[in-house]
């Protein structure tokens, strides 16, 4: 469905004004799971099945990367793949959006007519390095800028990731447990609101609808919606 009741003609015509993913409201099933992945970085256990839509092509646009999420009672997991880098990853927690990441963004209620996030709404980081001498991946959370309400406060060591780095990349597995997700309640409310944006120093930006421009890390309305249902 088009914003406002916009039509196809329109999109194409402000295309060099407002991307075209903005004037859709997207919604996409989130795939459950038996059992959660094992993380071990390398990606064994995701398959082509768990991968997040490509809108990118919307825009004129081609993604460097892949990611994936999938849902199970225990909480969530998500997973990327950046290739083609010529560099290392450079990645500082105390600044985890000024370097290679990938954030995700959850609205457990769907509130797509919420232009400020609530209390049922989280952003979520993930650094392939950083963390330490020993350079290990980093996860955490980051308050939401303009919210109504903070979502209740978690430790970040609960967040469980691991991730592999190559001279052409790398790659990053993460889980996000139920309990860290602020109403996780997949039995009355599958519905959910989901975001991403994976960001590189050498690649640029990639994400699922909008980009910096027009505030997806403030405003919940531009996250799609994703579907948990089981099979």
Same mark, same amino acid.
């Given at each position: 469905?088009s914003r406002? @009741?916009?039509?196809?003609? !329109?999109?194409?015509? +402000?295309?060099?004004?407002?991307? *075209? &993913?903005?004037l859709?409201?997207?919604?996409?099933?989130?795939?459950?799971?038996?059992?959660?992945?094992?993380?071990?970085?390398?990606?064994?256990?995701?398959?082509?099945?768990?991968?997040?839509?490509?809108?990118?092509?919307?825009?004129?646009?081609?993604?460097?990367?892949?990611?994936?999420?999938?849902?199970?009672?225990?909480?969530?997991?998500?997973?990327?793949?950046?290739?083609?880098?010529?560099?290392?990853?450079?990645?500082?927690?105390?600044?985890?959006?000024? @370097?290679?990441?990938?954030? !995700?963004?959850?609205? +457990?209620?769907?509130?797509?007519? *919420? &232009?400020?996030?609530?209390?049922?709404?989280?952003?979520?980081?993930?650094?392939?390095?950083?963390?330490?001498?020993?350079?290990?991946?980093?996860?955490?959370?980051?308050?939401?800028?303009?919210?109504?309400?903070?979502?209740?406060?978690?430790?970040?060591d609960?967040?469980?990731?691991?991730?592999?780095?190559?001279?052409?990349?790398?790659?990053?597995?993460?889980i996000?447990?139920?309990?860290?997700?602020?109403?996780?309640?997949p039995?009355?409310?599958?519905?959910? @609101?989901?975001?991403?944006?994976?960001?590189?120093?050498?690649?640029?930006?990639?994400?699922?609808?909008?980009?910096?421009?027009?505030?997806?890390?403030?405003?919940?309305?531009?996250?799609?919606?994703?579907?948990?249902?089981?099979?």
């Amino acid at each position: 469905m088009s914003r406002d @009741g916009l039509i196809g003609k !329109v999109a194409i015509s +402000m295309t060099t004004l407002i991307p *075209n &993913r903005f004037l859709f409201d997207f919604e996409f099933p989130l795939v459950y799971r038996s059992k959660l992945p094992r993380l071990t970085g390398k990606l064994q256990d995701w398959t082509d099945a768990y991968l997040l839509p490509t809108l990118s092509q919307l825009d004129g646009q081609t993604d460097f990367g892949k990611v994936w999420a999938c849902w199970h009672e225990e909480g969530l997991a998500v997973a990327c793949c950046v290739e083609g880098k010529k560099r290392a990853p450079v990645c500082d927690p105390k600044r985890y959006w000024a @370097g290679d990441n990938l954030r !995700v963004c959850t609205d +457990m209620r769907d509130g797509r007519a *919420n &232009r400020r996030a609530t209390k049922y709404c989280q952003q979520f980081y993930f650094l392939p390095a950083g963390g330490g001498a020993k350079n290990k991946p980093v996860a955490g959370t980051a308050m939401i800028k303009r919210a109504k309400d903070q979502a209740p406060s978690i430790s970040n060591d609960r967040i469980e990731i691991a991730s592999s780095i190559c001279k052409t990349g790398y790659s990053i597995e993460a889980i996000i447990p139920a309990a860290c997700l602020s109403s996780f309640d997949p039995s009355q409310h599958n519905r959910i @609101g989901l975001y991403y944006m994976l960001e590189d120093r050498e690649l640029g930006q990639q994400h699922v609808t909008i980009g910096d421009d027009l505030n997806w890390h403030i405003d919940p309305s531009t996250w799609p919606t994703a579907v948990m249902d089981k099979p």
